[in-house]
């Protein structure tokens, strides 16, 4: 296989707020877009030709990923004008693909390992693995390596093998595509018209993010595989222990006590006098003032966190400026997304971009603040909130 | 020639600004400088490459901003020759692409009117 096809135009809705500035396949894990982790793991297997067919918030994926010099690879976009399923997104690729090609999600994180044998695969096949909470996914019946069938979600559990939405096709996929607006429809018709599809299993890392909750989770399996790095400045008085990886010209202050895994991004000003607990990635241009602790939570870019704040099991999006004395305990919630309830054991606070806190303010565990806000001091906060809220 | 560039929006204006500064260097690179808004006007320049000044230019918190990378006309490059130029009382900050012909005769007028100046660029009389 020499080229593949990366679905990568979806918005992610279930993940708002972090998807009404970016699409699915750009949320930062571990301060890398999940994208860049797909191409990486492409090229790391001699795939150079990459479509990525984009929609949502395509100028996100346009000037991360470039042309993809930067990545080893060469990138062709493909647009899909609205989102209808992803066969409808991979016929928008028809004319750019060679004869065989590999097709992937963009927004499903995997390692080189997770696509290694898989690329040597003959068309058509589809690469399936083993997950324990099948029922958000596509079950796949198998037999001797072949597939019998693809269920979406089934009510009642059918074994435990799913879809990983990577596919191995060529040409001739275009001719089953049809009205189908998703893959699986088009590969049960391929199959109920008596053609065959491979079943290949991966035991690699294969992960998926449908709610923000997921964010943490996902941050923290990559963190266990960071390679610690030093490029800017620790003071004396500063203990840093684990897998730590540091960014350029980021200085940790004396005091400052930094327990890996944890990615700090460049040009970050921490401490003194901060805690930064497993498992925690930064971004860039970040400062976290004295007298605060961070504990297993994603902090965006540009964002500035005043003295003696506490943030637990969070997601902190770009460019929130929060003054001091900001809590965000972690604790049990039950939070809403679209008309679901899903109950949490340890959650804190989830802050979409831009917002704005004063000082001493309280978020209750849970809490999904949209992008943009603005919060008085000693306001707490709950619930789930629209984007540009003010709260006084 | 100079380039200029401004951002009102959402995100914190510091970082979008140096790195378009970062593009537009080409049109002028014996300083820069950027003004950022929140309360109040801050400035941060000086007569260095903008890589330079993005490593030493402090954290700059507003969503509201200007930024300049200069090609010297009027007065030599140094940090007080560069944009952003506030005027007296600290309120505006001008970032200036272009030459102001009657320069001159504006600014012995504004200092007969008490403003005071404190560089050679033609650009401060506009704040």
Known sequence: MKQAVILAAGEGQRLRPFTVTKPKAMLSIAGKPILRYV?????????????????????????????????????????????????????????????????????????????????????????VTKIANQARYGVVITEDGRVKDIMEKPK????????????????GIFDFIGANLDIPDVLNDLLARGYAISAQETDGLWLDVVYPWDILSLNEAILRQIPPSLGGSIEAGAAVKGLVSVGTDTVIRSGSYIVGPVVIGDNCEIGPNVSILPSTSIGDNVVIASLSEIKNSVIGDDV????????????IDDGCVIKG????????????????????????AMLGAGCHLESSVVAQPGVILGNYSQVQAMKMISGRMPDRSLVF | M???????????????????????????????GIAVTTDGVKVYKDAVRVEKLSKASPRLVGTVGIGHTRWATHGEPSQVNA????????????????????????????????HKFVSETDTE???
């Open chain 1, 156 to 171: 009642e559990a059918k074994g435990n093998t799913i879809n990983t939405s990577i596919y191995a096709f060529n040409r």
């Open chain 1, 325 to 348: 004395r900001f809590t965000a305990c972690s604790g049990q919630a039950e939070v809403r997304v679209n008309d679901d309830y899903h109950l949490l054991a340890t959650v804190g």
């Open chain 1, 39 to 127: 191409v990486e793991a492409l090229a790391q297997n001699g795939i150079r030709q990459i479509v990525i067919v984009v929609g949502y918030k395509r100028e996100q994926v346009f000037d991360y990923m470039g042309d993809g010099e930067q990545f080893g690879v060469n990138i062709v976009y493909i647009t899909q004008e609205r989102q209808l399923g992803t066969a409808h997104a991979l016929a928008q690729a028809q004319d750019a693909v060679q004869n065989e090609f590999l097709v992937l999600p963009g927004d499903n994180l995997i390692r080189a390992g997770t696509i290694a044998r898989f690329v040597a695969s003959q068309p058509n096949a589809v690469l």
């Open chain 2, 83 to 114: 944009h952003p130029h506030i005027d007296c009382t600290g309120k505006v900050a001008v970032v200036h692409n272009g030459i102001i012909n009657n320069y001159r005769s504006l600014r012995e007028q504004l200092i007969g009117e008490g």
């Open chain 2, 125 to 127: 009389v506009i704040p």
């Open chain 2, 2 to 32: 100079c380039g200029i560039v401004g951002y009102i929006g959402d995100r914190q204006a510091q970082s979008i600004l140096l790195n378009c500064l970062s593009k537009l260097e080409y049109r002028g690179y014996d300083s820069c």
């Open chain 1, 304 to 315: 500035t966190i005043g003295p003696g704040s506490i943030i637990q099991d969070s997601v």
